[in-house]
Structures are given as C-alpha cells and as structure tokens.
C-alpha cells in the first residue's frame, strides 16, 4: 500500500492541502486564502468556484513540495468548513449563487418565519439544534427565494446543494461528468434536516422549509469509500474515503474518540465538542446536540458542542479595521504591553452571540472603558473574550453532562499564542493541554479515510500517535478568577436587545 493519506480541509479562510505518514505526522502542506465577500452588514460569502480551483491547486502544491504522485496517496480525506451552504446546476457544474457563509445572518427574517409556529426549538427534538442563521437550511430557502429561476430549477430536479464537502467531493468524482453527491452524517447533522435517531433526511422539517429533497446530497458514514478522484485530478483513480466536518474532524484528530473526552479549537471561532459516545443528550444550557462521527457500518457517536461564532476573526478585525496590528500574531505583543485589561471588556457579539447564549439581538461591545484604557487593554480584551467566552461553554457542558471537566485538548491556528492559552487555564482554573500536531482537523480526516482503507487498522492504532507538546497549568486564585468572569457576564449583558426589528 502507498506510504501517504492526503487531507483536504476546505476552512472558512482558507483551503489546505495536508499529506500525512502512518505516525500522523505532516509530511507536506499546500494552503490558500479565499475571498471573504461581505456585500452588506451581516452578509459573509465565499465564491465556491475560488475554492474548488484553490483545492486543485493546493492539492498540487502539497504534492510537488516533496516530488510525491498519487501513487504514494493511499486515500483522500475531506474535511470542511461546515453549514456554508453552495447550490449549485448539475447540468452546468455552476453555483447559482455564492456560498452562504455559516457566519451569515440575512436569514434572520426566514428564522422569524419559521420559528412563528413552535419557537426557535420548534424542531430541537428531531436536529438537536435550534433554528438560527448559523445553520444551512436557512441558506438554501434564502437561495430559492432570492435567486432568479432556482426554485423552478430546483423543482425540476436540477439543483444541488451541499456544504463545502460536498461541493469538493462531487468535483474531484467527476461534477457533471457523474460526479457523487454525498455528504457525511456529521455535515449532515448541521443542516437542520437530518433526524438524529435514523441520520436521514426528515420529510416533514423539509417540507416546512420548502426544500425539496432532490436537491439533497445522500447521508453517507464518515470512513467508507465514497468514489474515485476523476481522470482531470492529480489524484486521479485515488479513493476519496473520508468526510467530517472540521470539528468533528479535530476532535478525531484529538483522539477523544470516547464518551466524556473534549477538545477545543481556536480557528475564526472557537468550538468545544464534547463526546457523549451512543448517547444523544439534548442540552438545558445553550449547546448543540450534533453526530461526532460513524466509522463505516459501526454504531455512531453523538456529541455535545459550543460553538462560539467570533474569536479568532476578532484577532483579523483588529487587524483589518482598526488597523491596531498588522499580523494576527502581534496581538500577543500588544497585549503583554500591559498587566491587565485595565477594566476593559470587549464581548465579539459580531453576529449575535451562539452559544451558550443564542442572541441574535446582540452585537459587540466594548465596556468598562476609561481615559486610562489604551490599545494594549484593548488587545488583552480580545485575547481575554476568546478564553471567556470558551469558559462559557465548558459551563454549559459540565453542566450538562454532570461532570467538572479536568483539562481541555486544544488545536487550531491561535494556539500558538500563549498568554490565551495561559489566561484560558487560569479563568478555567483547570489545565490547557495542546499536542505536538495542531493540525488535527486534517488529521482527523486522514484517520478516516485510513481507517477506511486499511492503512490504519483501528482506534488503538490511531490514539498512540496522540503526543501532548505543551501544558498550561492555572495560576490564578479562584477570588480573581471568580471576580473576572462576574465582569465578563456584566459586560455580555450589555450586548443584549440591541437589534431592533425594524433594522436589519
Ligand atoms: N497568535 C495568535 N493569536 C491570536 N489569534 C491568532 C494568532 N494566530 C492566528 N490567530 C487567529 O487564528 C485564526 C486562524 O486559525 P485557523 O485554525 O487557521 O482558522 P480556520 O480553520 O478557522 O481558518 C485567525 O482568525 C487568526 O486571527
Ligand atoms: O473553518 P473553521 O475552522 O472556521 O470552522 C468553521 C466551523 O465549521 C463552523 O461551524
């Protein structure tokens, strides 16, 4: 068998291509950015044509850095941004609209609508989630309603939809030329139209929405063979046979393969997921119930999840509008300028608060500001509101699940800052613990598909890969922490109620 699995993580800012050897190191890595479009305030979207040619060409940057063909690829994985919605003409292979990002809130108004009848939980019990922007079901129904000609099309059985694994999966088959429409039950489990209990597609939530179910891909396992790359790839006759949304993916890549692990990723957002092994456990404090993952024929496993929607894009805005550093990792300069946040408190609440809050009436703010508050407070705020926020959700859980979490697994691209991952242990007041590979999203969906092939033969073989790199252990007395995180519910307070209906 070949040496090498390939994973594409197809992320919200940018789209890589990892090559990995059967110790789940990285071996060689391809990556570009793609467009952030934002046409209006609240409206975030991706050209879905940018991403399908950037992850051809990532694909052969990854490859071409250490002169390996598809020979050596002993199987695809496909990792992925998820809810962002593409639909897009299968006689033509063309999106009919961009792809609606998961941070998109012009569906707000179609999540009034529906939520008239039942509340937001109105379809809690079958999806594990509440209707809220965030997810892809709005997307598609804003598509049909806004887009000129695709509900006919799409009744005519000549749309497709799919999160961006889908979009990649059915272009590296083939596209027009029979490319495979499929998803994965933890892509799936994100739409708002997957039951839990049967990971099919429920016909009564469908058509409340008014989709129709043609336009669906087919809910496949996370490691099983789905096709073939087609003759136009590099990794032509090479079998695709890994698919997991960027979470579930890093928490594979973490290894927390049981019930009772968790990891935490710091990427644009944060998110905890926290497994709950064959047990779908609906949360009373704010979290998602969503599929960890499902190994071919073998029982699934469900998960809790926080997901927070603004941490490290706030690091970006910093950068981007204010202009008060020029590279994401000088945040961590400025913000050891000072001792302290000198009072300062800044709550993200760019696209409402998820959770454990689910506000879509929020925004962001920044409190407790006096002449004394200068922009190294600024930076620690943000930093801070990253590490608060996360405590948050480990609230939620714990509260949930009936446990005290005794450390957090952490990866994704802020870890590498660690005055956060140091204030993230202290107002935790438990350890922060990251391992040597931080790519665990493309890690996770290089195990799958491994795992699929027979390149890995099992959890145990994939577990003893896992190597802890850093500890950070908390320092903080418990009045402090205590006292900080009073302030930090203070302060998210005073975000709340600020949207009014009549402004978008
Ligand atoms: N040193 C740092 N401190 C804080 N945030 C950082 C740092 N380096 C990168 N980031 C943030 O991490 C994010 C990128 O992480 P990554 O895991 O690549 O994200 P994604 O998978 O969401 O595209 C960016 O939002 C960036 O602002
Ligand atoms: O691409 P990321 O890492 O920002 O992850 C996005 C999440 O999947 C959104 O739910």
């Not at 620690?380 to 714990?398: H, K, P, Y």
Request: glycine share 10%.
């Amino acid at each position: 068998m070949a040496d090498y699995i390939l994973a594409i993580d197809q992320g919200t800012t940018s789209s890589r291509a990892i090559i990995f050897d059967k110790a789940g190191s990285i071996v060689s890595t391809g990556q570009l950015e793609h467009e952030q479009i934002f046409p209006k305030a609240g409206w975030v979207e991706h050209d879905a044509a940018e991403i399908w040619r950037n992850t051809g060409e990532v694909i052969g940057q990854a490859l071409g850095k250490v002169n390996l063909t598809r020979h050596d690829i002993a199987a695809v994985g496909i990792t992925n941004q998820r809810e962002t919605a593409v639909v897009w003409d299968k006689n033509t292979g063309e999106p009919v609209y961009n792809a609606i990002v998961w941070q998109d809130t012009r569906t707000q108004s179609i999540v009034d609508r529906l939520a008239a009848d039942g509340g937001v939980e109105r379809f809690k019990a079958k999806v594990g989630l509440p209707l809220a922007t965030y997810f892809s079901g709005t997307k598609i129904v804003w598509i049909l309603e806004n887009v000129e000609g695709a509900r006919e099309k799409a009744e005519a059985g000549d749309l497709l939809f799919g999160t961006t694994d889908s979009w990649v999966l059915w272009n590296l088959t083939g596209g027009v030329d029979g490319g495979v429409h499929a998803t994965d039950v933890t892509n799936a489990s994100r739409t708002m139209f997957m039951d839990l209990e049967t990971l099919q597609w429920d016909d009564e939530i469908l058509a409340a929405f008014g989709v129709p179910k043609s336009m669906l891909p087919e809910i496949r396992s996370s490691s099983e063979v789905y096709g073939i790359a087609n003759e136009h790839s590099l990794l032509r006759e090479t079998p695709i046979a890994g698919i997991l949304g960027d979470q579930q993916a890093a928490t594979f890549g973490q290894a927390a393969f049981e019930a009772g692990e968790a990891k935490n990723t710091y990427g644009t957002g944060n998110f905890l997921i926290f497994n709950t092994g064959e047990e779908i456990i609906h949360s009373k404090n704010g979290l998602l119930t969503t599929v960890g993952y499902k190994l071919g024929d073998q029982p699934v496993h469900y998960a809790l999840e926080g997901s927070i929607a603004v941490t490290g894009s706030l690091i970006q805005w910093l950068r981007d509008n204010l202009g008060l550093i020029s590279s994401a990792s000088e945040v961590e300069e400025l913000a050891k300028s000072v001792d302290d946040n000198g009072g300062a408190y800044f709550v993200p609440a760019f696209s409402g608060l998820f959770a454990p809050y689910w506000r879509p009436d929020a925004r962001g703010a920044l409190v407790g500001l006096t002449r004394y508050v200068n922009k190294g407070h600024i930076a620690r705020a943000a930093l801070e509101a990253i590490a608060f926020q996360t405590r948050d959700v480990v609230e939620a859980v714990n509260a949930d699940a009936g446990i005290d979490l005794t450390e957090l697994r952490v990866d994704g691209g802020a870890t590498s800052n660690d005055t956060l991952l140091q204030f993230q242990a202290d107002i935790l007041g438990v350890p922060v613990v990251r391992p040597v590979v931080a790519e665990t999203t493309a890690l996770g969906a290089a195990y799958a598909a491994g795992l699929a092939v027979g390149f890995w033969s099992g959890l145990d073989d994939l577990a003893k890969n896992w190597q802890e790199d850093k500890r950070w252990e908390p320092s903080m007395d418990e009045a402090e922490r205590e006292r900080l995180d009073r302030s930090w519910k203070k302060a998210v307070s005073k975000t709340l109620d600020w949207v009014d209906e009549d402004v978008a």
